[in-house]
């Protein structure tokens, strides 16, 4: 038992089980599914309500706008520490070209998503949604590209890069984009307050993490939310100001684990807890109607399994062609299906589909092309065998302790 729960949290398979789970519940017995969604724990005049009414707290809320943070927060990390020395963002030359290839990995899909929209005479109703098909969901993409490259394969850490710049670039599109009612500005001098707290703990060097999140973190939290800024962001402002390592040795590192500094223990403490809270967003977000299928599915799935693989094949062609070649082993066909394993879209996509649409059809059917994206990995196998893509797999030093001689 114990060996299966770790199985689970290392390959992100409660969010898989959450969403399967949603997916029957809502389809056998959607009554029951729709009162655990908004199933109402309390109200709040504290936490408050856009529109001057109290607040109830419901199970849906708890887990996408408070529990989600955390996970936000440990992307955020991520983001943070590939800025660092050592990391693949602090040097812009062997980062542009991963970098120019998600500049085509996000404007592909959006692009054919509205121009999609737009030939069937649904702009106006639909255009809201031309985010969703740009997420790449990290870890799964992953998975899939070390099924197909081998652990030692360049173009894993191509993808991996690519999925950073990714996450960074819809970290800041939800913030911009899909605010959650008119901005309040006045309210985020209380994320600023935060860091400067935050900074002030560090300077006293305080180590425990704790403070940092209860603390800073629930100010800057609380921020957001009255700023009607989605407050799953709130705590990303506090992650570079927790004391940190002044290296980066890369995301998916075994390494890294070894590390105790506050960032590090703060991941450390909250990666199995996180993977359970994506099983319950999966579970709480992914029950829609089968027969919800609708236009904003088909644009959704195109932009994911077609326009993210042109964008990121068309622009990472177009980057070497101006000088900022593919990382040495990599060619052409490599590219393309680094491009359909970023097209698993997932956990971002679903986060997007509830914040760009209300609840209703239109959403139901934008949240099934989402889960539909898991097609993108039968899609990059198929590729992959078809434009003969041989796997390269890692020295066994580069593996955890636990999986050498394996």
């Known amino acids: 038992m114990r060996g299966a729960v770790r199985f689970l949290l290392e390959n992100s398979l409660f969010l898989v089980l959450g969403a399967t789970a949603a997916l029957i519940w809502a389809n056998v017995e959607f009554e029951s599914y729709h009162h655990l969604v908004h ?120 993808l991996l890069l690519l999925a950073i710049a990714d996450d960074a670039l819809g970290l800041i599109i939800i913030a911009i984009f899909y605010p959650q009612g008119p901005v309040e500005l006045t309210w985020m001098l209380l994320p600023a307050a935060a860091v400067i707290i935050g900074l002030a703990l560090r300077r006293n060097r305080v180590v425990s993490f704790w403070p940092y999140l209860l603390i800073c973190g629930l100010v800057s939290w609380y921020g957001f939310h009255r700023a009607n800024l989605h407050p799953a962001l709130g705590l990303l402002p506090i992650i570079p100001v927790m004391p940190h390592a002044h290296m980066d040795k890369g995301i998916f590192h075994w390494e890294e684990m070894k590390r105790d500094d506050t960032l590090n223990a703060f991941e450390h403490w909250w990666k199995n807890p996180v993977e359970i809270v994506l099983g319950l967003f999966g579970l709480l977000n992914a029950g829609v109607a089968v027969n919800a299928i609708g236009t904003t599915t088909w644009l959704v799935l195109t932009g994911l399994v077609i326009g993210k693989p042109l964008g990121v094949w068309v622009f990472g062609m177009l980057g070497s062609a101006m000088g900022f070649s593919l990382p040495e082993g990599m060619r052409r066909r490599e590219l393309l299906a680094v491009g359909c394993a970023a097209g698993i879209g997932f956990t971002v996509a679903i986060f997007v589909s509830g914040v760009a649409f209300p609840a209703g059809p239109t959403q139901d059917a934008a949240k099934i092309g989402a889960l539909g994206s898991f097609g993108a990995a039968i899609v990059t196998v198929i590729v992959a065998r078809v434009l003969g893509v041989k796997r390269i797999d890692a020295p066994e030093h580069d593996l955890p302790p636990e999986d050498r001689h394996a």
Not at 96 to 120: D, E, H, V
Not at 134 to 141: K, Q
């Open 39 to 158: 199933l109402e724990l309390f109200q709040s005049d504290f936490i408050g309500h856009p529109h001057g009414a109290h607040r109830v707290v419901t199970l849906g809320f708890l887990v996408n706008e408070l529990f989600m943070a955390l996970f936000f927060a440990i992307a955020g990390k991520e983001v943070w520490e590939a800025t660092l020395p050592g990391g693949p963002l602090n040097n812009p030359r062997k980062a542009a070209a991963p970098l120019i290839a998600t500049l085509g990995g996000m404007s592909g899909p959006a692009a054919l998503y509205l121009i999609g929209a737009a030939l069937l005479g649904r702009f106006d109703e639909l255009h809201n949604g031309w985010a969703i098909p740009t997420a790449t969901d990290i870890a799964f993409s992953y998975l899939v590209a070390r099924l197909v490259f081998g652990g030692g394969h360049p173009a894993i850490p191509f």
